[in-house]
């Protein structure tokens, strides 16, 4: 193990670090919190911070850097929090990240930094996520964003569609930049799935707001209720708004069935529109506003499907008064894609967990409302494509499951409206379009993409990283003029 940095004014050894404990984030306990929308996690506090700060052993090569999609400089940052510079710590983060308040909630940690944290090897590793989080909560507190720095203009004039993660992270780079930024929006509201998606009591909309106003403070303009390809085209855009260049980042927003009979049920949901209703149309708001068609009080609610978006939709079930609420999954826990401090909060809450069993038929009450659904017990056989062990029926398992809801989240695909209205914007079979993993170049000069657009249903960060990429080089296309 290698010594600490000089600069460094962490006055524990490397083992004394390794011997401090991991720093408990304050949770609501769960019962309480199965009853309300405010947020589960509750954030460190200075002093907290400060102690989870003192752990970091300030490695020479910081794998936490590496496998970050946006590269972010933790030691650096975490360096700040131990000399208490909570700002600096902010705006060392900012160098990378527009959104730290954001991905410090969602980020899959474990999949990048804090998996690749060395002290991850032999015991927990830092909690970087909790730290990112606590830094960029003190600055939404702390720092009046009114007179922000400015970059002298360019004069070049970039459209970016859609304003989820990659959209707002290419937003925010670019404006940097001295050029001049428009997201345009399809929605009433900034966030893409941010905040159409994500639920208040995992990601407060007040969080979403603040990053967004910071970066409007930056000198990005918003315009929403726009959609690109019908309000206006990607060609309309660049001969006659004068845009120079263009990023799609319009994300993967389009639900998937299962194709099994009685979908088509009343009080059968894709987990999109689920998840519209109580996020955009205020369900979570009861009884200040009243969506009534997610009144689920007393009912029996399942959700298909494992992951982050079917755990967001059943936990907002139970907290919108479900009686009962399933995850019903069709391969077992450990394939699950969900983050496991979702499942654990689930589970914790009251969460039902229905693993290796599908769905094959909605059950009608007759009177054209779902009562029911008939599942097959499964079993796992030899990997598929995707490297997880395939679910297979097992024969005579069938069993029905009273339900008055059912939420279908089994994944969604790319909506094809802008693919469909710009020509010579090439896509895949799927129907994503295509962009190369360096520069996110399309096949339209002038024309970048990235997020789940190009991927298809990814994450926050990676999407973020996609926005990184195509900023740089949007910027350098502007600069040089070479395509
Ligand atoms: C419920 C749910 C929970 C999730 N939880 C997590 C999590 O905990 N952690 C994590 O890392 N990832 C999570 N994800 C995945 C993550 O949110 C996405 O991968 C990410 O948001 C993709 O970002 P994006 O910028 O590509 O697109 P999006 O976030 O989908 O944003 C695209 C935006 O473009 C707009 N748009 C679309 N078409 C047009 C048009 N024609 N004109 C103008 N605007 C348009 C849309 O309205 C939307 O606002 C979750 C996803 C869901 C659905």
Redesign the pocket.
């Given at each position: 193990m290698t010594q600490p940095a000089k600069t460094s004014s962490n006055p524990l050894s490397l083992k004394e670090r390794m011997k401090v404990p991991r720093q408990h984030m304050l949770e609501q306990p769960p019962l309480v919190r199965a009853c309300n929308f405010t947020e589960v996690n509750l954030g460190y506090s200075e002093e907290l911070a400060r102690q989870e700060a003192l752990r970091c052993l300030e490695c020479a090569k910081p794998a936490c850097t590496d496998t970050c999609p946006v590269g972010v400089k933790v030691k650096e940052f975490v360096q700040l929090i131990v000399a208490g510079d909570f700002l600096a710590a902010a705006a060392k983060i900012r160098e990378d990240n527009v959104l730290p308040a954001i991905t410090g909630r969602?980020?899959?940690q474990e999949d990048h930094c804090e998996g690749g944290c060395l002290m991850g090897k032999k015991v927990t590793p830092l909690g970087i996520g909790y730290l990112e989080r606590f830094v960029a909560d003190y600055e939404q507190k702390h720092l009046d964003i009114r007179n922000l720095p400015k970059t002298p203009p360019t004069g070049k004039k970039v459209a970016i569609?859609?304003?989820?993660?990659?959209?707002?992270t290419a937003a925010g780079d670019l404006v940097q930049k001295g050029h001049q930024v428009h997201v345009?929006?399809?929605?009433h509201e900034?966030?893409?799935?941010?905040v159409?998606?994500?639920p208040e009591f995992?990601l407060p909309k007040t969080i979403i707001r603040e990053q967004i106003d910071y970066m409007r403070a930056m000198g990005v303009e918003f315009e929403t209720d726009?959609?690109?390809?019908?309000t206006i085209t990607i060609n309309e855009l660049m001969e006659e708004e004068g845009f120079d260049a263009v990023f799609i980042?319009?994300?993967?927003?389009l639900p998937q069935f299962m194709g099994i009979p009685g979908e088509h049920l009343n009080g059968v949901y894709s987990?999109?529109e689920f998840?519209t209703r109580i996020n955009l149309m205020h369900a979570y708001e009861f009884p200040r506003y009243d969506e009534p068609m997610l009144d689920l009080h007393s009912k029996d609610v399942a959700v298909i499907g494992g992951g982050?978006?079917a755990l967001?939709?059943i936990r907002s079930a139970l907290r919108l008064g479900a009686h009962k609420a399933y995850v019903i999954y069709r391969r077992s826990e450990a394939e699950m894609p969900a983050?496991a401090e979702?499942v654990k909060h689930a589970k914790q809450e009251g969460i039902e967990f229905r693993v290796l069993t599908n769905p094959i038929e909605f059950l009608s009450d007759g009177k054209g409302w779902l009562n029911g659904v008939r599942c097959m017990q499964m079993q796992l056989a030899e990997p598929d494509a995707s490297g997880r062990r395939r679910p297979v029926p097992i024969d005579d398992s069938e069993f029905d499951l009273p339900l008055s809801v059912a939420v279908m989240a089994i994944g969604?695909s790319a909506?094809p409206?802008?693919q469909s209205t710009t020509p010579g914007l090439n896509t895949n079979k799927r129907n994503y379009i295509e962009a190369d993993p360096m520069t996110q170049r399309t096949s339209r000069r002038g024309v970048f993409a990235?997020?789940?657009?190009v991927t298809g249903?990814?994450?926050?960060?990676?999407?973020m990283g996609?926005?990184r990429r195509a900023a740089k080089s949007i910027h350098e296309y502007l600069t040089t003029g070479t395509w």
């Amino acid at each position: 193990m290698t010594q600490p940095a000089k600069t460094s004014s962490n006055p524990l050894s490397l083992k004394e670090r390794m011997k401090v404990p991991r720093q408990h984030m304050l949770e609501q306990p769960p019962l309480v919190r199965a009853c309300n929308f405010t947020e589960v996690n509750l954030g460190y506090s200075e002093e907290l911070a400060r102690q989870e700060a003192l752990r970091c052993l300030e490695c020479a090569k910081p794998a936490c850097t590496d496998t970050c999609p946006v590269g972010v400089k933790v030691k650096e940052f975490v360096q700040l929090i131990v000399a208490g510079d909570f700002l600096a710590a902010a705006a060392k983060i900012r160098e990378d990240n527009v959104l730290p308040a954001i991905t410090g909630r969602v980020c899959p940690q474990e999949d990048h930094c804090e998996g690749g944290c060395l002290m991850g090897k032999k015991v927990t590793p830092l909690g970087i996520g909790y730290l990112e989080r606590f830094v960029a909560d003190y600055e939404q507190k702390h720092l009046d964003i009114r007179n922000l720095p400015k970059t002298p203009p360019t004069g070049k004039k970039v459209a970016i569609v859609g304003s989820g993660p990659s959209g707002l992270t290419a937003a925010g780079d670019l404006v940097q930049k001295g050029h001049q930024v428009h997201v345009f929006e399809a929605l009433h509201e900034l966030g893409g799935v941010l905040v159409y998606g994500i639920p208040e009591f995992r990601l407060p909309k007040t969080i979403i707001r603040e990053q967004i106003d910071y970066m409007r403070a930056m000198g990005v303009e918003f315009e929403t209720d726009v959609v690109i390809g019908k309000t206006i085209t990607i060609n309309e855009l660049m001969e006659e708004e004068g845009f120079d260049a263009v990023f799609i980042g319009t994300g993967a927003g389009l639900p998937q069935f299962m194709g099994i009979p009685g979908e088509h049920l009343n009080g059968v949901y894709s987990a999109n529109e689920f998840l519209t209703r109580i996020n955009l149309m205020h369900a979570y708001e009861f009884p200040r506003y009243d969506e009534p068609m997610l009144d689920l009080h007393s009912k029996d609610v399942a959700v298909i499907g494992g992951g982050n978006t079917a755990l967001d939709a059943i936990r907002s079930a139970l907290r919108l008064g479900a009686h009962k609420a399933y995850v019903i999954y069709r391969r077992s826990e450990a394939e699950m894609p969900a983050r496991a401090e979702e499942v654990k909060h689930a589970k914790q809450e009251g969460i039902e967990f229905r693993v290796l069993t599908n769905p094959i038929e909605f059950l009608s009450d007759g009177k054209g409302w779902l009562n029911g659904v008939r599942c097959m017990q499964m079993q796992l056989a030899e990997p598929d494509a995707s490297g997880r062990r395939r679910p297979v029926p097992i024969d005579d398992s069938e069993f029905d499951l009273p339900l008055s809801v059912a939420v279908m989240a089994i994944g969604t695909s790319a909506n094809p409206l802008i693919q469909s209205t710009t020509p010579g914007l090439n896509t895949n079979k799927r129907n994503y379009i295509e962009a190369d993993p360096m520069t996110q170049r399309t096949s339209r000069r002038g024309v970048f993409a990235g997020g789940d657009i190009v991927t298809g249903s990814a994450t926050v960060i990676l999407a973020m990283g996609a926005g990184r990429r195509a900023a740089k080089s949007i910027h350098e296309y502007l600069t040089t003029g070479t395509w």
